[in-house]
């Protein structure tokens, strides 16, 4: 998912015995299904997981942009190039109400940022891949975003205030992106014998990484029980990679696409398909910034981010200056 | 010269001007200083893509060749092309994105204002829709030109060597040929020479407040708008932007 | 040198005769910026008609401990409520 895991502070679960008073109080209010809103009281836990847990959902959506952008400049057609740029536009806005929701924890944007770059907050593995032909922006959007969406659905629930309206502002807006994204795959997948081919490598290619997106398998995690607890991730892992795979399969036949796993089988038992597990070594060596474009991406970013630096002074220099010499009138 | 053939032209002459400068304001996408900034600058490209749509579009209708916008876009060669040199030129640092775009918007703006007035409805109406775009456009540029420029010791150099590099592409705005005349002659354009002092008016309050100052006047760069003299830069934006087009012909996407 | 650009509150009215609502956030230089940005931002898909932007820190907010002395008192003033009088049908709308 957008957000990996992400590990909460403290040492597990506690019994209501072992809760303080205002952890009892806080506890019983998001199990009424209250809000929590940022000067509530808060156990300093629930704080610091849900910096880095938003913190990391922004960071991704600011790195997603990066495989996207790729193709802005390449886009075939009029259409398409101002569908890409507006959708990948709108992931910047997404890592922006994102980001704001986390300041109101007591981070800045500034500060958040800073651990992006140097390493010391991650984001999201599916980043980390290339995107080598124009069928990964069908695949992207259709594969990477779809997955996506199944995690920010539910967390529109989410226990803290400002979490859940960012992801329902994001969940209004990105409702077209994975329909681009399906959109484009269709055009190719009855196109010629070489776009359709296309389709099939991109298919190909983003299917495992797509999968590893909601992380590794967290039934018997502790931290996945706190974060649930807390109500601040809403499914396991397990459950949204099989809604996935059940979603995405037929959308994939519909295409005439096949989905790069032999064992892909309808289990009737559990109405939905049986699947391989992706490479979690991949995964893990990914995570730790040894993927295809982990280098690169923390390159472009902290690039932007340095030569932008004198931007932000002076137009911070030029709105100091003009108050002064307001108030000096006055 | 013929109505017709010059008023290709002309439609040519705007639609390429927004196609090539979304093109390059596009190519900031994730990478601008600051996020809201990164979204305004979408913002502004995708305005100009949706102009060219326009522009381009009735081109295609105008030549009466079966073509369409994207045909005209993705399908001609660097001495096709009828835009500004100064749409062109290389992003650069953000300084001389924001002053590019300054130096076009306040053009634009008087050039669409001109239009609304056309004696072609269509192009009235394409000019109406896009001058409200443009306006926001040039109030943001011109807003952000000031603030760099008034900015820090760095932001000024910056932005002082931005217009010192981009204004001689300035000047090529305001030639006349005999597309202009005949443009003139049938109430479709304006004279681009009647633009000018209402150009130079708001280049000297922007840059004025900006703190930057006028280079000397230079001969104007020409060679854009009639096609005879692009620079090196279009054809590798071109080769960019056309690559799938060119690499997988007659497929649809 | 510190240069993050001022938290900026973004209300927007979404259409003529609404109220102004809060929408969001953002990080501007100054209050003209911080209504451009507020545009770039906040109106993409025509969300809006009129813009305010109040800088974060100029924000005075009432302090959650204080929910039962603030908010409960107005509770048993259930007579502001319309629905307190019995007005009997015969007398018609009221």
């Known amino acids: 998912m957008y957000a990996q895991m992400v590990k909460s502070t403290g040492t597990g679960l506690k019994s209501a015995d072992e809760m303080s008073a205002e952890e009892r109080a806080f506890q019983a209010r998001i199990d009424a299904g209250e809000k929590i809103e940022p000067k509530d009281w808060m156990p300093e836990g629930y704080r610091k997981t849900l910096i880095r847990q938003i913190g990391q959902h922004a960071h991704s959506e600011i790195v997603g942009q990066l495989p996207e952008g790729n193709w802005i400049t390449r886009a075939p057609t009029l259409e398409r190039k101002a569908i890409l740029l507006a959708k ?23 500060e958040m940022t800073e651990m992006l770059l140097d390493g010391r907050m991650k984001y999201s593995s599916i980043f980390n891949y290339p995107t080598l032909t124009w069928a990964d922006m069908g695949a992207v959007g259709w594969l990477v975003d779809g997955a996506a969406i199944m995690n920010q659905v539910p967390l529109q629930r989410t226990s803290f205030g400002p979490y859940s309206r960012a992801m329902i502002r994001v969940c209004k807006e990105e409702s077209f992106h994975q329909r681009q994204g399906f959109d484009i795959m269709m055009k190719m997948a009855q196109g010629t014998p070489q776009q359709k081919a296309m389709a099939q490598d991109a298919l190909n290619r983003f299917w495992y990484p797509a999968l590893m997106m909601f992380g590794p398998s967290d039934k018997d995690s502790v931290h996945s029980a706190q974060s649930m607890a807390w109500k601040i991730k809403m499914n396991t892992n397990d459950e949204l990679r099989q809604k996935f795979v059940d979603q995405t399969v037929p959308q994939a036949e519909y295409l005439g696409l096949t989905v790069p796993d032999e064992n892909l089988t309808w289990n009737e038992e559990k109405g939905g398909y049986d699947f391989s597990e992706p490479d979690w070594e991949e995964f893990f060596e990914v995570i730790k910034g040894n993927g295809p474009c982990n280098t690169d991406r923390l390159a472009a970013r902290n690039k932007a981010w340095d030569d932008g630096a004198w931007v932000r002074e002076g137009m911070m220099a030029h709105a100091e200056k003009k108050r002064a010499r307001k108030m000096a009138a006055e | 010269m013929a109505r017709e ?22 190519e900031w996408c994730g990478h601008a200083p600051v996020l809201e900034e990164d979204i305004a600058l979408a913002n502004t490209a995708l305005d100009l893509i949706g102009q060219t749509q326009m522009w381009l579009g009735l081109a295609a209708e105008v030549q009466g060749a079966g073509k369409t916008a994207d045909d005209l876009a993705f399908l001609r060669d660097a001495w096709d092309f009828r835009n500004l040199l100064l749409v062109e030129m290389p992003n650069g640092d953000f300084g001389q994105t924001l002053m590019r775009q ?9 050039q669409l204002r001109a239009l609304t007035a056309s004696s072609d409805a269509r192009v009235a109406a394409i000019a109406a829709k896009s001058v409200k775009e443009a306006t926001y456009h040039l109030e943001r540029s011109a807003e952000t030109v000031v603030g760099l420029g008034d900015g820090t010791a760095e932001s000024h150099a910056r932005m002082q060597a931005a217009l010192d590099y981009l204004y001689p592409y300035v000047g090529e705005m305001f030639l006349s040929d005999a597309v202009d005349a005949a ?10 020479a009647s633009l000018r002092a209402d150009y130079d008016d708001t280049l000297a309050r922007v840059l ?3 703190t930057l100052t006028l280079p000397e006047a230079r001969r104007a760069r ?32 | 040198m510190k240069t993050e650009w001022p938290l900026w509150e973004i209300f927007i009215r979404g259409q003529h005769g609404l109220s102004h609502r809060h929408v969001g956030s953002l990080h501007a230089p100054d209050a003209e910026m911080a209504i451009k940005n507020a545009r770039d931002v906040y109106t993409r898909r025509n969300e809006g008609v009129s ?10 907010a009432s302090s959650p401990s204080d929910k039962g002395p ?25």
């Open chain 3, 70 to 94: 603030m908010y409960e008192p107005s509770e048993s003033k259930v007579y502001r409520h319309p629905s307190f009088y019995d007005i009997p049908d015969d007398v018609g709308a009221m």
């Open chain 2, 222 to 253: 020409g060679g854009g708008r009639d096609g005879k003299m692009h620079t090196e830069h279009l054809g590798h934006l071109l080769t960019t932007m056309q690559w799938m087009q060119r690499a997988y012909p007659g497929a649809t996407w």
């Open chain 2, 5 to 26: 053939a010059a008023f290709y032209e002309f439609l040519l002459r705007m639609g390429d001007n927004t196609l090539i400068l979304g093109h390059r304001v596009s």
């Open chain 2, 208 to 210: 004025g407040e900006a």
């Open chain 2, 183 to 192: 443009l003139v002659e049938a109430g479709i354009a304006p004279d681009p």
């Open chain 1, 88 to 110: 990948v536009q709108d992931e910047a806005g997404h890592g922006l109400y994102l980001y704001c929701a986390a300041e109101t924890l007591g981070v800045s944007r500034d």
């Open chain 3, 51 to 60: 813009i305010w932007v109040v800088e974060a820190a100029a924000i005075t």
């Open chain 2, 102 to 110: 300054f130096l076009f918007d306040a053009w634009h703006v008087l």
